[in-house]
């Protein structure tokens, strides 16, 4: 891949993890966590996409739907790793 290749793929990255914070509503630290959740969803799935050979919807090298699966899907796993809150009873 070259620099314009990685460059789409971090601004489409970017995009889901910006309208997923509006979505869920949070403050800045939740928006850079959502963010880096997205890059790394939407690589990890670009990159599994191409590995299992599925090419739909590419443009040039970048796996567009293998990425936006994978930004999704690190996204709400996210949501969820933030939300989850330590066990009171086990502090007593």
């Known amino acids: 891949m070259n620099y314009s290749s990685y460059l789409f793929g971090f601004i489409v990255a970017t995009l889901l993890g910006a309208s ?11 928006l850079l966590l959502y963010l880096v959740f997205s890059w790394i969803g939407f690589f990890v799935g670009h990159t599994v996409a191409n590995y299992f050979g599925f090419n739909f919807w590419s443009v040039g090298p970048v796996n567009i739907i293998g990425g936006i699966v994978g930004s999704i899907a690190f996204l709400f796993l996210g949501n969820w790793i933030v939300k989850i809150e330590p066990n009171q009873e086990a502090k007593k």
Request: charged residues 20%.
């Open 20 to 30: 997923f914070h509006l979505w869920r509503n949070g403050g800045v630290v939740r």
